[in-house]
């Protein structure tokens, strides 16, 4: 098998010749920046500046001969805006805090906030209010609430979907290039869809839009589908259908080279638990997964991938009710989701996208050995009849030692045979 025949077998349950691994085809199963500069080091690979594709995150684009070292099984595939209305386009360099080189957007004009940090402004436009802020000594940019007081008596919808957009020509243009990039790469193509992530907390403030309003405090947007339901699924009812006109502008534009759409990184869960129970998901968010993802299956091949991170048991029927056909980044330190009950209550059901190996403590603060002891037996627990892609659990973060990224590449590799 080749490695978008791998992908494909396991997204459809069955046992591919090898377990698929992904590092750097989504937004949520990526690196940080840092991290791929170090190992372009260790591959011995020539120097050069990492290009941003997720502002927010830091998280860098991996280019193709490292993703040949490593051995990964996906490609990206992107759409032209990214976080903070920065269009992905004109990249130049930026010196991050601690002095790595990487290349962002044209649009990236950060300005000074006097205390070492750094501000982000909608669509770079400087004459607005900040809308990310990069705190001294971090390396990431964080969203800012704007201070606005919900006005019960003049909530219009229109006013918290005016960022989700019918995409241009443009914008359509940009997506044909990068999708005809990454499948010419011979990966199974994953399109991070833009705008379809309906009540994502990375949305909710309004980043991109200079002067949002509507509920933009992440507060009262998660109190609403309780306190204002009609509101909330009146917003849901607009962001879905401006992101099946979108969908179907690729469709034809791109048509078969896509494998897997991401189209949902809202979070439902945390540590111990769940922000909502299955009757409010059911009720409130479930009615438009369901019709975007019954778009997709019907006038597509694409698979539908979705995120949520935390303890999320209670809320993966849901899930698999809506129509996804894979769960990222599968959380197994969380309260609940422990790796084998995982597979075996819901593994026929919908594929594990993650789960390779702790985030939280192993990969970032474990040995190499402790490292490829884990990814070992995640492989081996959720490998078995296909409906797993391997990945760690989220983004790799700054700071990682590259020693343990490393150990957990030649895991993957160990456990399909190729040590």
């Not at 945390?270 to 438009?288: A, E, N």
């Amino acid at each position: 098998m080749n490695s978008r025949e791998r992908v494909v077998a396991a997204l459809n349950h069955r046992q591919p010749d090898k377990v698929p691994f992904d590092l750097g085809g989504t937004r949520v199963s990526s690196l940080h920046v840092s991290c791929i500069a170090q190992l372009r080091d260790w591959y011995k690979l020539p120097k050069a500046p990492v290009t941003t594709w997720c502002i927010a995150q830091m998280a860098g684009s991996v280019p193709d001969e490292l993703a040949d070292r490593m051995g990964t099984d996906t490609a990206a595939a992107i759409t032209r805006g990214g976080p903070f209305g920065l269009l992905r386009e004109n990249y130049k360099p930026w010196t991050m805090p601690g002095g790595q080189e990487v290349l962002v957007p044209g649009m990236f004009n950060p300005t000074p906030d006097g205390s070492g940090g750094w501000y982000l402004h909608p669509q770079g436009d400087t004459s607005c209010p900040p809308s990310g802020h990069m705190p001294t000594k971090c390396t990431y940019f964080d969203n800012i609430e704007p201070d606005i007081e919900v006005d019960e008596e003049h909530l219009d919808p229109a006013d918290n979907t005016v960022e989700f957009s019918i995409y241009d020509d443009a914008d359509v243009r940009f997506v044909v290039d990068s999708v005809g990039k990454a499948w010419r790469t011979g990966r199974a193509v994953v399109l991070n869809m833009s705008g379809a992530s309906i009540g994502s907390v990375g949305d909710i403030t309004g980043g991109a839009v200079k002067h949002p309003k509507g509920i933009r405090r992440i507060e009262e947007w998660y109190v609403s589908p309780l306190l204002r339901p009609d509101y909330v699924k009146a917003v849901f009812d607009r962001q879905t259908d401006v992101a099946i006109i979108n969908m179907r502008k690729i469709n034809d534009a791109c048509g078969d080279r896509i494998d897997v759409v991401f189209t949902c990184g809202a979070d439902f869960g945390h540590q111990l638990g769940q922000f909502f129970g299955p009757t409010v998901i059911r009720d409130v968010w479930m009615p438009y997964w369901r019709k975007m993802n019954d778009w997709i299956h019907a006038n597509t091949h694409w698979k539908s991938l979705k995120h949520c991170c935390g303890a999320i048991v209670p809320l993966i029927p849901s899930f698999i009710d809506s129509g996804f056909d894979a769960l990222n980044p599968v959380q197994t330190s969380a309260v609940g989701m422990d790796p084998a009950t995982l597979k075996q209550e819901f593994g026929r059901d919908i594929a594990f996208w993650g789960g390779g190996v702790d985030t939280q403590s192993v990969l970032p603060f474990g040995t190499p050995g402790e490292v490829r002891k884990q990814v070992l037996e995640r492989c081996e627990i959720f490998g078995w009849d296909g409906g797993y892609i391997c990945n760690a659990i989220h983004n790799v973060q700054h700071g990682v030692p590259v020693e343990n990224i490393v150990a957990m590449i030649d895991a993957v590799r160990e456990f399909n045979g190729e040590a």
